[in-house]
């Protein structure tokens, strides 16, 4: 599960807050067209204002904003009283000024919304996973883990939105701080079927600086052309240039073909030519001339030839390289790791469980300090003169303390990590019913004052 906004909700500032949903939505919701862009910037401010809205009402989640922004028949109504609910100034403003755009402007802002992406959020199950995080990006850099964001082929252009909000959050996340002595994991990110995923700005402007965050990005594509129709020539070729390394599988596409050859570059050869002229003495006119004159390494109709087993790797200031393809199912090496996987799937181990419910117990920790009981508007504190904010729990201070890896750990077992998430389940049912009843009791001291 992952939800983006739980590390919005968290910060301190409201002001910031409004900033982070800003870029958050400019990064993921994608008009097919620019020439609608005006509109979709009047979508992007109510998707700010739905959001500061749902941080006040202690439901940071992107369904919540979904469900803020849709609700009601009237919408010029629902949004007048959308803005005497929210105490946000800003907010508010934004509110009062969609309450007073006439309906087929306000129609048209909301529309193109809900296309650019944020309708995939009426999805009940695209809901539930995003309601909260079992980890969390700011700690990527402190411990070696993967996130794997598998997606089934004919679902990648339907959830291209959520994809796209996932890495941009990622890479948001990396570039928020240089490094500190407590990070110090590199990370590596691959972007497979990249054409597919729509346009990503925040790849093109982090492509270039993100190496001094001590991560990298790996793009895949299957054609050249197929980037050009989404970021254009120019942008695909600063794309291409800020790579530092770039292979080149067996290519069909007559572009790819030529851009393959031209990024392999040139060699010299020896040209000789000969002549004789025809006359009683067959020794006499001859002649032979020799040159050098320029070609292509690998020229296009080679190219085009090329083995399925062959690569091209193209690195910055050296030497192409021309190489066979590693099959994981066919090399010594890798092999055996492969025929040492059992089961289904490669369940995680003890320790990958361990961390796993760290991530979920800091996410829930999240959400109790989010679960303040609002103040009234003159700031006073509760009837005990004391917030009412959460408490960190003593047993997840232990289990924070306790090293996952000093103990050995047992084999992977498909049965114990279905009986571990069970536990896990019944836990943070119990926890929230918990969190629910402590919110009520809050509510009631409120409105006894």
């Known amino acids: 599960r992952y939800n983006p906004l739980l590390r919005i909700a968290s910060l301190e500032n409201v002001d910031r807050q409004q900033m982070e949903l800003q870029l958050l939505a400019s990064l993921f919701l994608q008009a097919d067209s620019d020439r609608v862009q005006g509109l979709l910037d009047g979508g992007i401010d109510l998707f700010v204002a739905a959001g500061l809205l749902a941080f006040e009402r202690k439901r940071p989640t992107l369904g919540e904003i ?14 007048r009283r959308r803005a005497d609910e929210v105490f946000n100034p800003a907010a508010k403003l934004i509110f009062m000024r969609m309450a007073s755009t006439n309906n087929d402007t306000l129609t048209s802002y909301l529309s ?47 959830l291209a939105p959520l994809i796209r909000l996932f890495f941009s959050d990622l890479l948001a996340s990396l570039q928020d701080h240089e490094p500190g002595k407590d990070e110090p994991w590199p990370v590596m990110i691959m972007l497979d079927e990249f054409n597919r995923l729509g346009k990503m700005p925040i790849v093109m402007d982090s492509i270039e600086t993100l190496r001094s965050y001590r991560a990298n990005l790996a793009i895949v594509t299957q054609t050249i052309p197929a980037l050009d129709e989404i970021y254009g020539e120019n942008a695909r070729r600063a794309l291409q240039g800020n790579a530092g390394i770039k292979l080149y599988l067996t290519p069909s596409d007559e572009k790819t073909i030529e851009e393959l050859s031209k990024a392999v570059g040139k060699t010299t050869k020896r040209v000789v030519t000969r002549s004789r002229s025809v006359g009683r003495n067959p020794f006499a006119g001859r002649s032979m001339s020799e040159r050098t004159e320029e070609t292509a390494l690998l020229p296009e109709d080679e190219a085009r030839r090329m083995d399925l087993g062959d690569i091209v790797m193209v690195v910055d200031a050296q030497m192409p390289v021309r190489a066979k393809r590693i099959k994981y199912y066919d090399d ?52 005990q003169g004391k917030s009412r904010g959460g408490k960190r729990r003593d047993e997840i201070d232990a289990m924070e303390a306790r090293d996952p890896d000093a103990a050995t750990e047992p084999e992977p077992d498909a049965d114990a990590y279905k009986e571990g998430n069970a536990r896990l389940d019944r836990f943070l049912e119990s926890a929230g019913q918990s969190l629910r009843i402590d919110r009520g009791e809050g509510d009631i001291a409120a409105m006894e004052r």
């Not at 193109?112 to 809901?127: C, E, F, R």
Request: avoid cysteine; hydrophobic fraction near 35%.
């Open 332 to 383: 010594r090496f890798f092999k055996a790791i492969y025929d040492k996987q059992t089961g289904d799937l490669p369940y995680p181990s003890a320790g990958d469980q361990m961390r796993g419910l760290q991530g979920q117990l800091r996410a829930l920790e999240a959400k109790v300090g989010a679960l303040d009981v609002p103040k009234a508007r003159s700031g006073e504190l509760g009837a």
């Open 112 to 158: 193109l919304l809900m296309t650019s992406g944020l309708k995939q959020w009426s999805n009940p199950a695209i809901d539930r996973a995003t309601e909260t995080s079992d980890f969390d990006f700011r700690d990527i850099r402190k411990a070696p883990f993967s996130v794997y964001l598998v997606v089934e082929p004919l679902m990648v252009k339907p």
């Open 66 to 79: 979904y469900r803020i922004t849709a609700s009601g028949g009237d919408k010029q109504k629902e949004y």
